[in-house]
């Protein structure tokens, strides 16, 4: 969590994790809006492929279903 100051007088306003943050502070009345600089949540990335591990067999043992 990030401590969230006041930019005029440096009181603390808050402990948070925030993307958008507009907070008045009770000391001044300085309206504080606050932006996060990069996202909480980061999106996990697809792996290569040299870095699967999935073993794929296409094969039915030899035989095939009659279709229908």
């Given amino acids: 969590m990030e401590i969230v100051r006041c930019g005029q007088c440096g009181r603390k306003l808050a402990e948070a994790e925030f993307v958008r943050l507009a907070i008045k502070c009770p000391r001044c009345g300085t309206l504080n809006n606050l932006k996060a600089?990069?996202?909480?949540?980061?999106?996990?990335?697809?792996?290569?492929?040299?870095?699967?591990?999935?073993?794929?067999?296409?094969?039915?043992g030899g035989r095939q279903t009659p279709f229908g």
Avoid: M
């Avoid at 990335?45 to 040299?50: D, G, L, Q, T, V």
């Avoid at 870095?51 to 094969?59: E, I, P, W």
């Fill in 37 to 60: 600089v990069e996202p909480l949540i980061r999106a996990p990335r697809a792996p290569f492929e040299k870095d699967r591990h999935v073993k794929t067999d296409n094969s039915v």
